[in-house]
């Protein structure tokens, strides 16, 4: 009988593979990285004070937020299970950051454009850079549409315990 490791513990071995492989593929910092710093900064301050607050990405206007939609959660709780459980967990740093207190920490649009718009976050925010810094772990595009993201943001509300940003 052979052995097989479960589908999820490979994904996380392939995974960190990936992670070791990609931080063993940097350069020797020299005059070609100065260049590509200033084009980094140059980006930071072209950020509007909107994408500064709420991330880059599709979602353009600040999100109000009223009383929990239960229906809402319900939906946003599946496709995180679905889609974001296997590099987050509510409570304790995984793959990325803990999401249990998010909505607290960050506004809805900044969560939903980074659930839509990894990549350019990544590139150009200087909250996501931190965090790829932090983890080394880029955080992948699951394909979610607006309302997907919406519902996502909607159930981590609910597992807040502190009032979310507006």
Known sequence: MIMRPAPSRRLAAIALALVFGLAACGKETGDDDKGEDEAHERAEEELTAFEVEHGIGPVKEAITLGPVDPAMAGRGKATFEGKCSACHKLDTTY??????????????????????????????HPVAKQMLAERMTFMANQGLTVTEAREVVE?????SKSAPRQ
């Open 95 to 124: 793959v990325g950051p803990a999401l249990g207190e998010v909505t607290g920490r960050r506004t809805p649009a900044f969560v939903m454009n980074m659930i839509l718009n990894p990549q350019e976050m990544v590139e150009r």
């Open 155 to 159: 159930y981590l509300r609910t597992q």
